[in-house]
């Protein structure tokens, strides 16, 4: 979505640039008693002034907008988890702000938790602002559980991220290979 | 940007939905007071516009010319990282009073954004590097954005950093506050496991 708003961004101000001066040229047209540029105006305003508010297609073309706009509030409203978190390197200076990228961090520490053995598969979602939450799903034994824990520990130090980390640890049983 | 950006679609959604939300209505004859048979222009409308004569017009095109110019802040905001200015490409420090510092002394900024980069690479912690130098001499700010080596202390990345700074401020005088550093642990090789 980040990356959504920020494309529609810069095109909605191409078309602000475009559109607006397009428009200051029509209307010093439109003063100077000049046929509209490019576009058939006289045209669109017949067909404004001659269609109903109650037309088929008007009340329909309303409602997509309507919809879209509703879809577009939903979508930027909903919790979004962070692109970042912070981290504390306790070694940097103390006026230095440093954040670590949420996705490769999540990478990083599935994969350390995916090489202990007997440890199939791994994944790791990380949210929180201040604080970090760290949810763990891997596909293991029970047994295998605190050195799982003990990897997730060892990376998020190496990390530097701020104390208290708040990690949920789920293990789902191993397929058996038939 | 990321806030600036999701406030402004949220309100272009607000008022999209509101916008739809009252065409449809009207259009169905559920609006008290608006006739659905009636025009969307409306005959009041263009009699109001055309009573203002050449008024009308000029305040299109004043409003036409607002909105171009509204367009052009975004854009350059938008490219700007964090919405700030770049430090000059020549930058001219001031003058010191003593023997050692007195004269114009000019730098190239985007040289020494690369400089830094550089200095941060030298490291076998650091993958890849990319500096951004931004404000003005008085208050410069240094951005980074550093991928990492797999299996590394993001300690040593930030004793690192810390050295290279140090060494910014001993070449060019400039000290940079705030400074803000993204990391990629990792780096761009980091395999993925799902």
New interface residues.
Partial sequence: M?AF??I???V?????????????????L??LRHAPWLLPLRRW?AA????????RL??I?????????????????RPWRP??LP?H?????A???????RR??E??L??AA?RIPGVN???VRLRGRHRWKVDVLAEARDEDRTEIAEAIDGELD???APAPVRVRLRLRSPRRVA | ??RF??V???M??????????V??A????HLPG????????P?WL?TRWHSWG?WA??A?????????????R??RA?LRPGGRRSLPADLVLEAGDDRETAGKVSLNSPALADATASALERHAAVEHAFVRLLGDARHPELRARIDMA??????????H??RT?EQLTATSGLRP??????????GDT?????
Wanted: aromatic share 4%; hydrophobic share 55%; proline share 4%.
């Fill in positions: 980040r708003n920020r529609a961004t810069l909605l101000s191409l078309v602000l640039i475009a559109g607006g001066l397009f428009i200051a040229v029509q209307a010093v439109a003063a305003h404004l002034t001659s269609t109903p508010l109650g037309d008007a009340v073309l309303m409602g997509a907008v309507g919809l879209l706009g509703l879809a577009l509030l939903i979508a930027e409203l692109s970042r981290v390197p306790a070694t940097a200076d006026g230095s702000e440093w954040w670590v990228l490769p961090a990478r990083l599935a994969d995916a598969s791994a994944r190496r990390l530097a | 940007m990321d950006n999701r402004l679609w949220a272009i959604g607000l008022v999209l939905a509101v916008v739809g939300a065409g449809v009207a259009g169905r004859g608006v006739d659905p048979r009636g025009a969307l222009l005959r263009l050449w017009w000029a299109l095109a004043v409003a036409g010319l607002i909105l171009a110019w509204s367009g052009w975004l854009l938008e797999g299996d590394t202390d993001l300690r040593v990345v930030g004793e950093l810390g700074v506050d705030p400074v803000e550093v993204t990391v990629r642990p990792g980091g395999s993925r496991v799902h």
